[in-house]
């Protein structure tokens, strides 16, 4: 059996240029950015253009966008910029990839089982949505980003995706913190996913844990990961006093370990060969998620009406679910899928 070659390290770089994106530039570092990052903002805080890349100053830099759902949703309750601006922006440069605008079900952003698979079904939407405006711009599909917080949620999500054909690489979001182990750890989505996806797709992990490396470095399904866990390392180090030559030093220095334990001895496991079945989804509800997936209402729209006629579950995404390792520290990702 050919082993497969290490996950490829995206650095999460911050701004949108500057020092720290020549210092990536420059030591030939695959790179992710930030849509918020290039969002210019007027007195009010309202977007009032985006920031285009500077291909000069990229100078090639191997770099894939993000559409920073995670930010969207903690920070602005939503994406505060429009289609629009975020297709400008990937139309700017030649990115690797730009993902999909998504909605991730991080705990801190969905309270319960129904509002998670409403952000699932407007994941959903929005990849139809954005994908129609990006063809008739004459661009590539964006990247697909399935979400979830169970497995069975991921598996409901990539069922509910409108694709005659899967793409070679696709990403999941809501890994940002999460365990390895356990009922939904990244091996249990990774495995249900595994089940049903067609061999060629490849995964990109959005927000990984650095640690987490030596186990999913060489999985043939995985890609590649992206982290901005350096900047919060620097960050703890250096509460003040951080300018861009540190910071740059930070960068380097996780990439080089990180790129390491990618490619070093990985930790042997069985991955679990049992299938899992979608969600199971309240039968008031699943009509609802119908009209959205299908483009047919938005979902926050549907979760209004359908919240209008029954009471929410309590389902909580994060609900008594431990693993077995502990988080890295807040900055484990970008934060962005």
């Known amino acids: 059996m050919t082993t497969p070659a290490p996950a490829l390290v995206r650095v999460g770089v ?12 420059d030591a030939g570092l695959p790179v992710l950015f930030s849509a918020n990052a290039f969002m210019r903002r007027g007195t009010n805080g309202e977007i ?7 291909r000069a100053h990229f100078g090639g830099l191997n770099a894939a966008l993000d559409s920073a759902g995670f930010v969207a949703a903690v920070k602005y309750r939503g994406f505060p910029w429009s289609i ?9 440069y030649d990115w690797a990839w730009y993902a999909t605008m998504d ?28 994908r129609n405006h990006a063809l008739d711009r004459g ?14 949620q991921y598996v409901w999500c990539a069922n509910a995706y409108p694709l005659q054909e899967w793409p070679d690489l696709i990403g999941l979001g809501s890994m940002c913190r999460r365990h390895l182990h356990g009922d939904v750890g990244v091996f249990a989505v990774i495995d249900a996913l595994d089940r049903i996806l067609p061999p060629h797709v490849k995964f990109h992990l959005f927000g990984v844990k650095g640690k987490s490396l030596e186990h ?6 995985i890609v590649s990961i992206d982290s901005m866990a350096w900047e919060a390392a620097a960050r703890r180090d250096h509460p003040t006093g951080r300018n861009m030559d540190l910071r740059g030093e930070y960068m380097l220095s996780w990439a080089e370990k990180n790129k390491a334990a990618a490619a070093g001895v990985q930790v042997g496991r069985t991955p679990s060969l049992l299938p ?15 009209l959205v997936t299908s483009n047919e209402i938005t979902g926050p ?37």
């Open 48 to 54: 009032t253009s985006v920031r285009l890349a500077d």
């Open 301 to 337: 729209d549907a979760h209004w009406a359908a919240l209008r006629n029954f009471d929410q579950l309590d389902d909580h995404p994060g609900d008594g679910e431990e693993g077995e390792e502990e988080a890295e520290d807040e900055g484990c990702g970008m934060g962005m899928a």
């Open 84 to 92: 629009d601006h975020y297709l400008k922006l990937a139309q700017s």
């Open 103 to 130: 909605f991730c079900v991080e705990a801190e952003v969905a309270g319960d089982k129904t509002e998670v698979m409403f952000r699932l079904a407007e994941t959903v939407r929005m990849f139809s949505e954005l």
């Open 276 to 290: 899992v079945e979608p969600e199971r989804v309240n039968s008031r509800i699943e009509r609802w998620l119908d």
């Open 14 to 25: 911050p701004l949108p240029g500057g020092r720290l994106v020549e210092i990536a530039r």
């Open 139 to 152: 661009m590539a599909a964006p990247m697909p980003v399935l979400q979830g917080w169970t497995p069975s």
């Open 216 to 221: 999913l470095g060489q999985h043939p399904r």
